[in-house]
């Protein structure tokens, strides 16, 4: 209303943006993104197809999160390292002492077996690595 | 900004114009790289190692898939019904309003998918409270390697 008014006047009025602490605003933005961005630290070897379902929970801190990826073929992959099925439980229990909230997240492709991620879960059970979550996609 | 005038005074002004240029590039550069994405999936709680916790059988619902993906449900008193999967839900959904300890044993086997797993998971956790991750529980396949 008050820009209206002010052309209705017809006399013009000097108007400026002050930008001077524009640039303090916007590094002000910056150094807030960069101290909240947790960089994609790991990528799978063989990215897996995920189930879909309904009841998912987004699990908040990734910096809480141990990936653990199961192919098809088999192939456990825990964050950057390819292991076998015996080395699961000593590579989470490591991960375990750095970080006692640690959450398992399965990230198991659907057309693997389920006799394999069994064994996985049974290998987090031995290594007390209780928290655990399956990934799935969402089923809309 | 009327200040006194001296008699000589050199400018010594940096150029602050573009700053803000400069620092909305690198943003939108961190904003573009971050990864948004959130990881979700289905939480749930494993039983600490060691023996089992005894459970009255009265508050067992076991729900079986075998290796072809076919979902069978038994609960007390009743013999293995096959079902599917929005019948699994709405009879565990009964199931659980008459005895809210049910305690919902999922037992697949070997060769089944992991997807039917999920699927079957999925349909429990949403026939129950969906933040109650204890009132299901994970039974190890015949023939799986021996446990702790």
């Not at chain 1, 807030?32 to 960089?39: A, H």
């Not at chain 1, 987004?58 to 390819?82: C, F, H, Y």
């Not at chain 2, 005038?5 to 400018?11: F, G, L, M």
């Not at chain 2, 096959?82 to 199931?95: D, G, K």
């Amino acid at each position: 209303m008050a820009s209206v008014s002010r052309k209705m006047q017809g006399n013009e009025v000097e108007v400026n943006i002050p930008t001077s602490s524009m640039s303090d605003i916007a590094f002000l933005l910056l150094i807030f993104f960069i101290v909240t961005t947790v960089f994609v630290q790991f990528r799978p070897e063989h990215p897996p197809e995920l189930p879909r379902a309904e009841s998912i929970d987004a699990l908040k801190n990734k910096r809480n999160i141990a990936n653990l990826w199961i192919s098809p073929e088999g192939i456990i992959q825990i964050d950057s390292a390819l292991v076998n099925l015996d080395q699961v439980a000593p590579t989470v229990l490591r991960k375990l002492q750095h970080n006692p909230k640690l959450i398992v997240l399965i990230k198991s492709d659907e057309r693997t077996k389920y006799g394999m991620v069994s064994d996985v879960i049974e290998e987090l059970r031995r290594a007390q690595a209780l928290r655990i979550a399956f990934s799935a996609k969402s089923e809309l | 900004m009327m200040m006194g005038k001296k008699p000589v005074e050199a400018s010594a002004e940096i150029p602050t114009s573009s700053m803000s240029d400069i620092a909305f590039l690198l943003l939108v550069f961190f904003i573009v790289t971050t990864s948004m994405s959130q990881d979700k999936g289905i939480g749930t709680t494993l039983p600490p190692p060691g023996e089992p916790l005894p459970i009255p059988k009265e508050n067992i619902a076991s729900v079986w898939i075998n290796n072809r993906g076919d979902v069978a449900l038994k609960m007390m008193g009743r013999d293995f019904v096959t079902v599917s999967l929005p019948q699994l839900r709405e009879l565990v959904e009964q199931r659980i309003i008459q005895n809210p300890n049910l305690v919902v044993s999922i037992l697949a086997q070997k060769e089944a998918d992991y997807k039917t797993f999920i699927d079957v998971f999925d349909e429990i956790r949403l026939a129950g409270s969906p933040h109650d991750w204890s009132k299901i529980s994970i039974a190890q396949p015949p023939g799986a390697r021996s446990g702790p």
